[in-house]
């Protein structure tokens, strides 16, 4: 017996062997057996995980993630050169730390406090799992370090990571797109009261959205269009009244366009902080006192500074209505709806033409414009208390990156190239329309008062047909993924047709090409689109904003220029000569075409390069992915095609 061992020890561990022998070889068998068929399980489990979550990711790229034009393949294959860098740090930091990813969210989905505060059943549907099941933590690794890593680079690269971002799909498979804030609402910002909450539990019907935000904000806009065409009607009274000649009736019905578009950058910047109700409703209030200052004018510089305020009151009323759009319906119908605002505004046009001829015969232009301050009262107010207040946190985005300056907007290659065709278009069609129709039609056509004043109605009429048949053909392209550039080019083409039509004197009826010309007025339902398309909504209305003070700031320099032009002849029996409208209008003329050509040139770039390869023999050391765009230190992402967008 060794030294230290007691009896009773010795004893004791004689019978534990007696009583509980070693496992036999058989029994150390049959464990490691059920150990590795346990791992098999798991093993065959994570297959199944990994499989479901790869068929299910690339069901959503596939069916829901719209195709991209060819223009923005660089950025989207430099974008997610980026994106896959830091998936891969962070599949090693999950494989280093032992820490699945997929199981930490399954665990937190399955536990009681998580019952308690989400629905129970999550889809399957990006939708689905975003509403009932966001991830913060999931979030807070890839989407934190994506996010600092894209806002380092160019605008171009992080305006495509949010509309790459914003495509969600409802549980019976109609696409929508939500800003990812949405999605992590409930998670990434605790701070949010149960009524908020509850609004985005229970978002409001679809009707109720029409009466209570489509149809206010086209009422202010309504209201924006008759103030804008409406000097048309009323500068022979006031050229009488006041003895204004052409460059006082440019400037005096041009300075409305100036303020206007000065105004529209911080407009923009307002709308996307305050929410356009109350933008719109206080903006309303200045108009009510510019109405009220122009109908009591004693002189031309009353009505100069009352126009300006009209100006100012109204000039929130078209964005005011897109952001309202672009905040509380799908990305997918912004078109339609853009549409059918900018043609309910555009009755406004209508009822400045023989409507207004009609009031004036009886009430006069001052009296006429005590019942424009009472109603452009009564509708500020209407937008104020009905249309209803923004979600607290609708407009923040999951991440803090800060949303892109007004110069990263206005130096966006994509803005650059859609700008200046809208603004030469649309601008000029403006001008011409409110102002320089009707002295066409006198002093060229000879028409008569009332027959000037039919025609412009019917190419009120028109522009507000128009603008519905726009949006509604944009809505039907984009279902068959053909973008509104496409349809904005044919309009600019048609436009500067009719305008070269007029300026010819080609043997027509008048109204068919002045009708075009109206037309494309509404084509801001497309160039509004595509902005859409371009940005995030954060910064909707800062986008809209840039490209409407385009808009207004060229429609001031063609209407005062073509008055000035104009008034370099003499006039003749109150009449100007044909040769003076030719001149001026083929000054504008040029500009919208060379507008045109810098729209289309990557898309003859494009073609040229088709064409080239096209006619060039294959040979043994051409690379048929020569033109592809290649991350570093890889492959080619996707090949070419001709016939298709990815």
């Keep these: 017996m060794r030294p230290g061992r007691g009896k009773s020890m010795v004893i004791e561990t004689a019978l534990e062997q007696f009583l509980e022998p070693d496992p036999s070889a058989g029994d150390l068998a049959q464990a490691q057996f059920e150990d590795i068929h346990l791992r098999f399980d798991r093993l ?5 995980m990994i499989a479901e979550t790869i068929a299910l990711h690339a069901r959503y790229h596939l069916a829901v993630m719209p195709p991209l034009p060819q223009s923005r393949q660089r950025e989207a294959i430099l974008l997610g050169d980026q994106r896959f860098k830091l998936l891969a740090e962070q599949v090693d930091r999950r494989v280093r730390l032992g820490h699945p990813l ?17 629905p129970t059943e999550c889809e399957d549907t990006p939708d689905g799992s975003g509403r009932g099941c966001s991830n913060k933590a999931a979030s807070e690794g890839v989407d934190q370090a994506l996010s600092a890593t894209v806002g380092e680079n160019s605008s171009n690269i992080s305006h495509f990571a949010n509309a790459a971002a914003s495509s969600t799909v409802h549980r019976d498979g109609s696409e929508n797109k939500e800003p990812n804030s949405r999605l992590e609402l409930s998670d990434s910002r605790p701070e949010l009261n149960e009524e908020s909450r509850v609004s985005q539990k ?57 303020v206007f578009g000065l105004a529209q950058i911080p407009l923009g910047v307002l709308l996307d902080r305050f929410g356009p109700r109350r933008v719109q409703g206080v903006l309303l209030v200045i108009a009510a006192g510019g109405a009220t200052l122009f109908g009591t004018a004693s002189s031309f510089p009353e009505l100069v500074l009352g126009r300006a305020m009209i100006g100012l009151g109204v000039a929130g009323a078209l964005m005011a209505g897109l952001k309202a759009i672009v905040t509380w319906f799908p990305r997918e119908r912004v078109a339609l709806f853009n549409g059918c605002m900018i043609m309910l505004g555009s009755l406004g046009a209508v009822t400045a033409t023989t409507p207004t001829e009609w009031l004036l015969e009886i009430i006069g232009w001052r009296d006429l414009f005590e019942i424009l301050t009472i109603v452009t009262v009564a509708i500020g107010g209407l937008i104020y208390m009905v249309v209803p207040e923004r979600t607290v946190g609708l407009e923040t985005t999951a991440s803090d990156r800060k949303p892109p300056s007004l110069r990263a907007i206005f130096l966006d ?67 068959r993924n053909i973008s509104a550039e496409i349809l904005l080019l044919g309009v600019a083409a048609l436009f500067l047709g009719a ?30 689109a595509v902005i859409a398309d371009y940005f995030p909504k954060e910064i909707a209305a800062r986008a809209n904003g840039a490209l409407n003070l385009l808009h207004f700031g060229w429609a001031f320099a063609v209407q005062y220029g073509i008055g ?6 003499p006039a003749v029996d109150g009449r100007y000569p044909i040769v003076a409208y030719q001149y001026a209008f083929g000054i504008s003329l040029a500009f919208q075409a060379a507008a045109l050509i810098w729209f289309t040139l990557p898309w003859l770039g494009s073609l040229r390069e088709q064409l080239s390869r096209s006619f060039t023999p294959p040979t043994a050391e051409h690379d048929d992915s020569a033109g592809l765009v290649r991350p570093p230190g890889d492959g080619p992402i996707l090949e070419a095609h001709g016939s298709m967008e990815w």
């Design 202 to 258: 229970r978002p409001l019907s679809k009707w109720r959205l029409i009466l209570s935000v489509f149809f206010p904000f086209a009422a202010g806009y309504y209201l924006a269009y008759l103030f804008r065409t409406i000097n048309a009607s009323i500068s022979p009274a006031l050229a009488s009244t006041f003895g204004l000649d052409a460059a006082d009736t440019g400037l005096l019905a041009s300075v409305y366009f100036l």
């Design 413 to 479: 290659p994509r803005f650059l190239r859609v700008a200046p065709l809208s603004a030469a278009c649309i601008g000029s069609s403006w001008a011409l329309h409110s102002l320089w129709a009707s002295a066409w039609l006198a002093d060229v056509e000879a028409l008569d008062h009332q027959n000037r004043a039919t025609q412009l109605f019917l190419m009120a009429i028109c522009l507000s047909f128009g603008a519905l048949f726009l949006g509604a053909m944009a809505d039907r392209l984009r279902k």
């Design 564 to 569: 000035f032009v104009v008034g370099q002849w």
């Design 44 to 48: 065959e489990r994570d297959m199944r």
């Design 499 to 528: 305008e070269l039509a007029l300026i010819l004197r080609v043997p027509l009826p008048s109204l068919l090409p002045w009708s075009v010309v109206s037309v494309a007025g509404a084509a801001t339902v497309l160039s509004f």
């Design 102 to 118: 997929m199981q930490e969210t399954i665990d937190r989905l399955n536990s009681p406090a998580r019952r308690d505060l989400e």
